[in-house]
């Protein structure tokens, strides 16, 4: 591309899109296309934006994003969708270059990529190069729990939590998805290529941002599924692997919170094993990924405006 990229973010006033422009709005590699504050649901101002731009954010609602797609009509117009609606779409690539060489290629070529969700994130960062490596076998009945902050709902969820006369409860963590039927679950199965839908508990926390997503390994010892992860991610530079057994006794899943990385971390004794995937719900978890993936398509570096 011999021109200053131009990129517009539809949805720009949500919670990842925010994050994606401020991560954006300091770069002089790439020329950000603004719509005017009036005009934000302007359906014919965004299809003039959405064909202008080389690359477009969708930080939508699933049903919104399924339409501005529709409204493109630019054959070089390249797409990343921050919502679940092109996740397990044909024709969409799955944007978490760290699965494999050929995935990052997929990225780095395609047209329509679907960025991954917060939760999906770590539960197929772990579980991925485990089925795929055959440590584990597809249809092994797995189970996670994925702890997060309250920033992945969004404003309205925000607003309720800092809102200073909130619900007294909301000292606590509370247990969502009890229908065990998770907007994250089609990704999750089938990314990771496993017969059955894992059985997953989310668990929302009081505090911004960061999130601890663990898989449950009965049967399997911790060495072996270390050593398979640290093989898998060497020399990545946003996931990495930590030291068997980690470096603390607990983990917090804000320490993270305001970085683009993530860090796998196994734990347990003899044949049980737990695997931890610790970063940013907003990060790595979102619109970091976003970028990531962005620069890959673009041509620029990987990690472009990701590490300190």
């Known amino acids: 591309m011999n021109h200053k990229p131009k990129i517009y973010i539809d949805g720009k ?21 603004l719509i005017d504050e009036g005009k934000r649901k302007d359906t014919e101002e965004r299809r003039r934006l959405l064909n202008a731009a080389d ?28 919502s679940t609606a092109h996740r397990t779409a044909p024709g969409w690539d799955y944007g978490f270059a760290e699965l494999s060489p050929a995935r990052r290629e ?3 070529c395609s047209k329509r990529v679907a960025n991954p969700g917060c939760h999906a994130s770590g539960f197929i960062s772990s579980v991925y190069p485990l089925v795929q490596g055959g440590i584990v076998p597809a249809d092994f009945m797995f189970a996670c729990s994925s702890l997060t902050g ?7 969820l925000i607003a309720e939590y800092e809102a200073p006369g909130r619900d007294p ?18 990704e999750m199965q ?25 898989v449950f390994l009965p049967g399997y ?24 057994g980690y470096t603390e006794p607990v983990i917090y899943a804000s320490t993270k919170a305001g970085k683009n990385d993530l860090e796998l971390i196994v734990t347990g004794t003899g044949k049980q094993t737990i695997v931890t995937a610790l970063f940013d719900n907003l990060g790595k978890g979102a619109s970091g990924a976003a970028v990531q993936n962005m620069n890959l398509m673009l041509g620029f570096e990987e990690t472009t405006g990701l590490l300190p």
């Open 190 to 214: 089938h990314v990771c290529g496993l017969k059955n839908a894992p059985v997953f508990v989310p668990i929302l926390g009081d505090f911004p941002q960061g999130m601890a997503t663990t």
């Open 13 to 33: 006033e949500g919670t990842t899109g925010l994050q994606i422009y401020d991560r954006l709005g300091g770069r002089s590699d790439i020329g950000l296309l």
């Open 150 to 156: 309250y920033t992945g709902g969004g404003k309205k």
């Open 106 to 108: 997929a990225i780095a």
């Open 169 to 186: 409860r909301h000292v606590s963590h509370r247990i969502y998805g009890l229908a065990l039927q998770h907007k994250h679950l089609p």
């Open 55 to 82: 690359l477009v954010f969708l930080c939508l609602p699933d049903a919104a994003a399924v339409e501005a797609v529709a409204l493109i009509d630019n054959p070089e117009t390249r797409v990343i969708d921050a």
């Open 221 to 244: 010892e911790p060495e072996r599924i270390h050593e398979a992860l640290t093989k898998h991610y060497e020399g990545q530079k946003l996931v990495s692997v930590a030291p068997l």
